[in-house]
């Protein structure tokens, strides 16, 4: 079974910028998590998404949006980049609770 | 944000000891918890799970321990290998919270051989 496949694995943006991160879920899984890694902060959880329906958000501010179709791949959106949003977006996907399985990242640096 | 700012702990074993590395958890409502290993440019990869219901719980070379007292977690490596080098989280949830996982700090494992 293929595992959870994040695109693009690196990004390089501006400030100011908008960015669209992508996650492909294993197959049959339906909740998709999104988090961000930092060395600063450490893992920290965005949000949640179980079919099509955001079901947890953290603590982050609007900028950070994200989204599920209905095959359960999932989007997420930061608008308005700032420095200290370079991080490691990382999505994890699970059917539909308990033993989430990651993705290997998409590294998002903001110059 | 939920995670204290990094200076990580390092647990630096020989090659074939057994490596314990501890954690403690923050919400004594979380029900489950979650330890992870995380190797240089991947994503953190499942290691082991327990229930609060549960105080012990084994796999394959490795063993998670739970203190709900104490709020206290460890996770025990049998017969540690190089591949073993990581750094590891402990991770908790709250089932009503759906599948948001609140992290630990994380701890560096290094292995010597």
């Known amino acids: 079974k293929a595992g959870v496949t994040q695109t693009p694995r690196y990004l390089i943006k501006t400030r100011g910028q908008q960015v669209t991160l992508s996650c492909s879920p294993i197959?049959?899984?339906?909740?998709v998590s999104w988090y961000q890694q930092t060395p600063g902060q450490g893992l920290q959880f965005l949000f949640e998404?179980?079919?099509?329906?955001?079901?947890n958000k953290g603590n982050f501010p609007g900028r950070f949006s994200g989204r599920q179709f209905s095959n359960s791949r999932s989007e997420m959106n930061v608008s308005t980049l700032e420095l200290g949003d370079s991080a490691l977006y990382l999505c994890?996907?699970?059917?539909?609770?308990?033993?989430?399985?990651f993705g290997p990242g998409t590294r998002l640096t903001v110059t | 944000g939920e995670s204290v700012g990094l200076h990580l702990p390092t647990l630096s074993v020989q090659e074939g000891d057994n490596s314990i590395i501890n954690c403690a958890y923050s919400?004594?409502?979380?029900?489950?918890f979650i330890w992870y290993k995380q190797e240089s440019g991947k994503g953190p990869q499942f290691i082991i799970d327990?229930?609060?219901?549960?105080d012990k719980r084994q796999g394959q070379r490795v063993t998670v321990l739970l203190n709900k007292t104490v709020k206290h977690l460890s996770l025990q490596i049998a017969a540690t290998q190089p591949g073993d080098s990581a750094v590891y989280f402990c991770?908790?949830?709250?089932?009503?919270?759906?599948?948001?996982?609140?992290f630990g700090a994380g701890t560096i494992l290094r292995v010597k051989s």
């Open positions: 994890a996907s699970s059917f539909p609770d308990d033993e989430q399985y």
């Open positions: 197959s049959g899984h339906r909740s």
């Open positions: 998404y179980f079919s099509e329906t955001q079901r």
């Open positions: 919400n004594s409502a979380s029900d489950y």
């Open positions: 327990i229930r609060s219901n549960m």
């Open positions: 991770a908790e949830k709250y089932s009503g919270y759906g599948n948001k996982l609140v």
